[in-house]
Nanobody, 128 residues
Framework: QVQLEESGGGSVEIGGSLRLSCTAS????????MGWFRQAPGKEREGVAA????????FYGDAVKGRFTISRDNANNTVYLQMDSLKPEDTAMYYC?????????????????????WGQGTQVTVSS
C-alpha cells in the first residue's frame, strides 16, 4: 500500500512563496505520475500540476502557469510544488496524488479520476 505525506503548507502574504513537499512510501512503479490538486471551500477540486517519474515534461493548470513549478526527486520518491507570486485565490487545501505504473502523458493528469493514491492535504492561506 502506498501512502503520501504532504508538508510545507502555511500562511503567506500576497506575492509571497511557499514550497510544498510530498513523499510517497511504497512502490509506485518505475513509470508513475504524481500531481498536485487543490480544493477551496465550496469549490470543486482543481488540478494544479503533474509530472511523470521518467519524463521531463510538466503539466500545469491555467490558473498557476508561470507561477508554480513542479519537480521531482525520484531517488526519494518526493514531489515538490514551488509556489511563487501567490494570490488570495490560491488559498486552498493542497493534495498530493499518485498514479501507479503509468506516466502522466497517458492519463488525464489534471483530472483527479486517474489517480490511485492521495495524501491528507496541507492548507495554504494567502492573505494581505
Amino acid at each position: 500500500q502506498v501512502q503520501l505525506e504532504e508538508s510545507g503548507g502555511g500562511s503567506v502574504e500576497i506575492g509571497g512563496s511557499l514550497r510544498l513537499s510530498c513523499t510517497a512510501s511504497g512502490y509506485l512503479g518505475s513509470s508513475n505520475c504524481m500531481g498536485w490538486f487543490r480544493q477551496a471551500p465550496g469549490k470543486e477540486r482543481e488540478g494544479v500540476a503533474a509530472k511523470s517519474a521518467t519524463y521531463r515534461v510538466t503539466f500545469y493548470g491555467d490558473a498557476v502557469k508561470g507561477r508554480f513549478t513542479i519537480s521531482r526527486d525520484n531517488a526519494n520518491n518526493t514531489v515538490y510544488l514551488q509556489m511563487d507570486s501567490l494570490k488570495p485565490e490560491d488559498t486552498a487545501m493542497y493534495y498530493c496524488a499518485a498514479a501507479k505504473e503509468i506516466s502522466c502523458g497517458r492519463i488525464d493528469r489534471l483530472n483527479d479520476g486517474p489517480y490511485h493514491y492521495w495524501g491528507q492535504g496541507t492548507q495554504v492561506t494567502v492573505s494581505s
